[in-house]
């Protein structure tokens, strides 16, 4: 374990960011968002960004091929380019353990090669939890807050800035701090990590639990009668799947811009009338449909695929952005049980 | 080209051949530019024809992998994609990526049963390719039988083919029906769950199906009456597709997706499913 | 004050479902947290009496409910309206939305909803809970300390310069009428009016970027209750998600956005309230509103029913606005 002093952390993003290309999370005036790193930039003060880091791997919107056509003739053009080396500091546990979802979805063959290229250049410097907020519950889904994730793992304690690299990319990420960073022994870090364990387990969602849900549940849950109440005023839009750091479905369309056509893929969300639907017709044809199956898919049907891994890191996001307060935590609390009971 | 392999990434197609089947079918004919078949695929997979600037979508590839020159597409006119496709001429480039999804178990569970094909309407696409899979290595299945069914004699798909081919096969017996009298038909009059029924087929058989829902599902009714169990009943599916692989999540049914855990389902498999297909 | 309009709220809508007359009650009820409050449909008199909840967060505008459920609920729909939703809630009727004899509406005086984002801000560290005191907010964070917030400072913006606390529609009024806010609601249109294009450009620019197309602004919006939206329709051109190389895209669904509401745009602003990116969208609107007043004279949309609307309807006297709104 390395450590480096606080009063020295600008030294350390300089030093960071003459081999990467460097992210941090800024504070603006409507969120916080993870910002190119530029000197005297100060790491934003918020728990959490506004939008999870899936855009750096996932974006948005990104251009996959082009084509050009010439009367009966079709030729296709490759859009990809070589992506940069890349780091992102100060991603918390939550959205670290996302990745690890979208890789289960993007890496299993066949792999995307979009996503795959940016995950290879790609560090993640996490940054432990010392200020958790109301909306979190990443316990609940076995995330510890204390020790995050991703490739080397951080946490601020007394005067110190603690590193741990948890993977081969983290190490060598470390060893370009080396004018920076210090060895130090791992227990110089315990002390914060009990506060926040301690913290934790006060949190208002601290006794939500996945008891009820994952492998196996389908029968059960599709059919239970609340899936109605539950959705009843949810106003069919996309902010929990847009804000969200592990949804990933996706949208395949073409564009027209003059000389030739772009195909990009971009974000798309289940809970769109317009998903699902078909010339032949449209299998979920109700809000109520489109709601179970977002939280299906998170709670059951993607455990179902993934070894009992959940699709949700209960980062809050959804928690905190939903319009008409719809939520995860709702449907856990509702079809599910608490834990010891 | 980009070393690194990208399944969204299609290769180019043309069209060699487009036949007329029915008054909103037609069947396209595809190849690589230079003359070649695009992939080699199994009975009941699919491929994703776009058309730049218009859109991509799944369509079952109907020529059977027996055939080595080149890859069929009934299609239905119905939407933007098969819209265009309607209009295109011979030598149109579009392009080809697949195959995609589980394919009929043509090599397992077919393997020395009788099968029964029974189809409606532009539901023939699917399963030509396993029947014509099925005539060329004829002697390892027991009898087949194909009853096809549609509004009316123009919209028979593959009619031709049927009548020359089918017909005359050996140990193959082809059941024609359309839903109403009409001039110059002397075939069997009614709908396809129902001449089914009174075709009476012996349970001991494995069943195909494919055709619009109501179709499938009188007919499974049926052929539960008649002593058919699920697990010898195979059908294929239906839904928006993006990516093909997995992954966009459209055709995400409980923990399946249509698109690679698809299209050919046994029907005790679909029982497993969340009812919303 | 606002507890005693709750506690008349849910006394008074459960004895008129007992009655019968009405069959639901468009509410809101708690959620996970206190400042969590979410729009509900009760159906038992049992359940309004526990769960309704009418206070500073009861902030979702219910109106645009109405369309459907007043489509396949039974009787009459009972349904809490603040000032600023009412007008929503005549203009849905100039619309013919939905039926007023299948409604029962109870006003509320309202002096303002909180900005939850504000708020959060303002405490700076999660919340534990919230009591909702004269003037103030006393909030006890996870931490254990407690903050005392005065509600000014937490205000939605929307509610500072809410164009009026008289509620236009109502079958009965549950407590006094509030008075007027007295900020003036044009004031950040005319800071956008006197900027140059290139600065105007870059604020909204900077703004639009962050749109995510989730469509939350225009699905919470009462204006936008076309069946079909245009960006929903594959065959109308506009139907993409997300731009393309070109970020035109998003500011041409915000700006076709605001055209569609035009003169119909009551100015709840529940598309800034809603938007996850805290986008001003409402700003676009309420400019069409100033300038709408300027050339046409004052109007206000909902303020009656079946008002003609002056986009809507024609005289000789009409300005144009394209010639500076010269006669």
Redesign the interface.
């Known amino acids: 374990m390395k450590r480096c002093p606080l009063s020295r952390l600008e030294d350390l993003f300089a030093a960071l960011a003459e081999s990467y290309k460097l992210y941090i999370p800024t504070d603006g005036e ?2 916080s968002s993870f910002t190119l790193w530029s000197e005297g930039a100060e790491i934003s003060r918020r ?1 959490n960004t ?2 999870p880091p899936k855009d750096f791997f996932f974006p ?2 990104e ?3 082009g ?1 050009k ?1 010439h009367g ?5 053009v ?1 859009l ?1 380019t070589e992506k940069e080396d890349f780091a992102l500091f100060g991603v918390r546990a939550c959205d670290a353990e996302s990745l690890n979802i979208l890789d289960r ?2 890496l299993s063959e ?5 996503y ?2 940016r995950r290879e250049k790609g560090v993640i410097f996490t940054l432990a939890c010392n ?6 519950f990443c316990t609940a889904f076995g995330i510890d807050p204390s020790r995050p994730g991703g490739d080397v793992s951080c946490i601020e304690c007394g005067e110190y800035l603690y590193l741990e690299p948890l993977t081969q990319k983290g190490e060598a990420a470390l060893e370009r701090l080396s004018a920076v960073t210090e060895d130090c022994d791992s227990a110089e870090a315990e002390p914060q990590r009990e506060k926040i364990a301690k ?1 934790v387990s ?4 601290a006794d939500l639990s996945t008891e009820g849900f994952g492998e196996g549940k ?2 059960e849950l ?1 059919s239970d009668e609340r899936w109605a109440e539950l959705s ?2 949810c ?5 929990c ?3 969200c750091p592990t949804c ?10 003059g000389s030739g ?10 809970m ?10 449209q ?2 044809t109700d809000q109520t ?1 489109r709601f179970r ?1 977002r939280f ?2 998170k709670l ?2 993607f455990p ?2 993934n070894d009992g891994v959940f699709g949700c890191v209960g980062c809050g996001r959804c ?1 905190a ?1 939903c ?5 995860i ?2 449907v856990m ?1 509702t079809l599910g049980g608490k834990k010891d009971e | ?2 070393e ?7 290769k ?1 197609g043309v069209i060699t051949d487009v036949r007329i089947d029915t008054p909103d079918v037609k069947t396209f004919r595809v190849v690589t530019p230079d003359g070649k078949k695009a992939f080699e695929h199994k009975p009941g997979q699919c491929a994703m024809l ?1 058309v ?5 979508a799944m369509f079952s590839i109907t020529s059977s992998p027996t055939n080595t020159e080149y890859m069929e597409f009934s299609i239905k006119k ?2 933007c994609v ?1 819209d265009w496709l309607h209009r295109a ?1 011979v ?5 080809i990526r697949g195959p995609y999804g589980r394919p009929f178990p043509v090599d397992s569970e077919f393997v020395g049963k009788d099968l029964l094909f029974i189809a409606g309407g532009i539901g023939l696409a699917p399963l030509r390719s396993v029947i014509n899979y099925c005539r060329a290595y004829r002697d390892r299945y027991g009898r087949i039988d194909i009853v096809y069914g549609a509004r009316s004699a123009d919209d028979l798909v593959d009619y031709r083919e049927i009548i020359e081919q089918w017909c005359e096969d050996e140990g193959v017996s082809v059941h024609l029906t359309i839903d109403r009298e009409q001039e110059g038909w002397d075939g069997h009059v009614g709908f396809v769950p129902s001449y089914v029924k009174e075709l009476g087929f012996t349970p001991d058989r494995t069943a195909i199906l494919c055709g619009p ?1 109501v179709m499938i599902k009188f007919t499974l009714q049926g052929l539960g009456e008649m002593g058919f169990e699920k697990s010898d009943v195979y059908t294929t599916m ?3 597709m ?2 093909g ?1 997995g ?4 055709c ?4 399946k997706y249509v698109c690679k855990d698809g299209p050919v389902f046994r029907c005790d498999e679909l029982d ?1 499913l ?1 009812d ?2 | 004050m606002q507890k005693i309009t709750e506690d008349l709220a849910r006394r008074r809508a459960a004895e008129l479902m007992r009655a019968g007359e009405i069959s639901c009650l468009l509410g809101w009820k708690k ?3 206190d400042y ?6 009760f159906y038992t008199p049992e359940e309004v009496e526990r769960e309704l909840v009418c206070n500073v967060f009861s902030a ?1 505008n219910l109106s645009k ?1 109405l369309i459907s459920l007043t489509r396949k609920a039974e009787g009459r729909v009972g349904i809490l309206l603040k000032p600023c939703d009412s007008f929503s809630f005549n203009q849905l009727l100039t619309e013919h939305r939905f039926d007023r004899e299948r409604v029962y509406a109870l006003g509320l005086p309202c002096e303002g909803t909180v900005d939850t ?1 504000l708020l959060k801000e303002r405490v700076g ?4 809970s919230i009591k909702i005191k004269d003037g103030a907010l006393e909030v006890e964070t ?2 254990g300390e407690v903050k005392e917030i005065p509600l000014s400072e937490v205000y939605a913006e929307r509610c500072l310069v809410c164009k009026s606390r008289r509620p236009v529609a109502y079958d009965e009024m549950l407590g006094e009428v509030t008075p007027d806010a007295d900020e003036d609601r044009f004031a950040q249109v005319e800071k956008l009016e006197s900027m140059t294009a290139e600065e105007r450009y870059a604020f909204w620019q900077g703004e639009l970027s ?1 749109c ?5 602004c ?3 919006c009462p204006a936008c209750s076309c069946e079909r939206c245009v960006f ?1 329709n ?1 065959t109308s051109g506009v139907e ?7 970020s035109f895209e998003e500011k041409m669904f915000h700006i076709i956005r605001a055209f569609h509401v035009a003169g119909r745009c009551t100015d709840c602003g ?1 598309c800034s ?2 938007c ?4 001003p969208l409402h700003l676009l609107n309420r400019k069409f509103i100033k300038d709408i007043n300027s050339f046409y004279g004052d109007y206000t949309a909902g303020a009656e029913v079946g008002s003609r609307a002056p986009l809507v309807s024609y005289t000789k006297d009409d300005p144009e606005p394209g010639q500076g709104g010269q006669k």
């Not at chain 1, 319009?323 to 939520?327: A, G, R, T």
């Not at chain 3, 996850?276 to 986008?279: A, G, N, Q, S, T």
């Open positions: 409507k969120g728990l506004a939008r948005q919107s251009d996959l091929m084509f056509t009966q003739t079709v030729e296709l490759d990809r979805v993007f066949p792999g995307d090669s979009y795959a290229s200020k958790p907020a109301e909306t979190c913290t006060r949190l208002p969602l389908t029968d599709f009843r005023c106003i069919g839009c996309g902010s799947t847009f804000v990933q479905c996706y949208d395949i369309k073409d564009f027209k811009n056509v772009v195909r990009y893929r971009c974000w798309d969300s289940c769109y009338s317009d998903f699902t639907k078909m010339s032949a017709g299998p979920r449909s199956q299906m898919h059951v049907y179902e695929n928690v952005k319009p008409v307060s719809m939520n935590v709702k609390r | 080209m980009n690194r392999n990208e399944p969204l990434i299609p180019i776009s730049p600037g218009v859109g991509e119905c939407g098969t001429e030598g149109q480039q579009i392009t829902p239906e839904l928006r993006k990516c692989i992954k966009c999540g459209r995400n049914i409980g923990a497993e969340p919303e297909y | 959620g996970e947290f969590d409050v979410e729009p509900t449909v979702a409910y984002f560290e999660g919340i534990y996870l931490s962050r995510i197309r989730c469509n939350a225009r699905n919470v929903d594959p993409t998600k997300a731009p393309s190389e070109d529940e309230r809603v996850p990116e805290r986008i």
